[in-house]
């Protein structure tokens, strides 16, 4: 199983080209049921295209490395009792 050291690590290398764009990506938890939850940044975190961003670009990447990984989430789009 990934560590939470491994995932954020994953996500520190995509960061750059977020960057780019004016957006970023914070890493904030990885569950115990394997989700890992960060929240976007900057125009990331408005942008009408950050579930694109988020499904196809950090998920699609995490899994490739760590195929355990059910899936991302944004606490941007969770309600607060998903969260805590």
Request: proline content about 5%; hydrophobic content about 35%; some cysteine.
């Given at each position: 199983m990934a560590s939470k050291l491994q995932i954020e690590s994953v996500i520190n290398?995509?960061?750059?080209?977020?960057?780019?764009?004016?957006g970023?990506?914070?890493?904030?938890?990885?569950?115990?049921e394997n989700y890992?939850?960060?929240?976007?940044?900057?125009?990331?975190?408005?942008?009408?295209?950050?579930q694109l961003t988020i499904k196809n670009g950090i998920e699609r990447i995490l899994k490739e490395n760590y195929p355990e990984v059910e899936g991302v989430k944004s606490v941007n789009d969770m309600m607060e009792d998903e969260i805590w």
């Amino acid at each position: 199983m990934a560590s939470k050291l491994q995932i954020e690590s994953v996500i520190n290398q995509i960061r750059p080209f977020l960057q780019r764009d004016g957006g970023d990506v914070r890493f904030i938890d990885y569950t115990p049921e394997n989700y890992v939850v960060v929240e976007l940044q900057g125009h990331c975190a408005g942008c009408p295209h950050a579930q694109l961003t988020i499904k196809n670009g950090i998920e699609r990447i995490l899994k490739e490395n760590y195929p355990e990984v059910e899936g991302v989430k944004s606490v941007n789009d969770m309600m607060e009792d998903e969260i805590w």
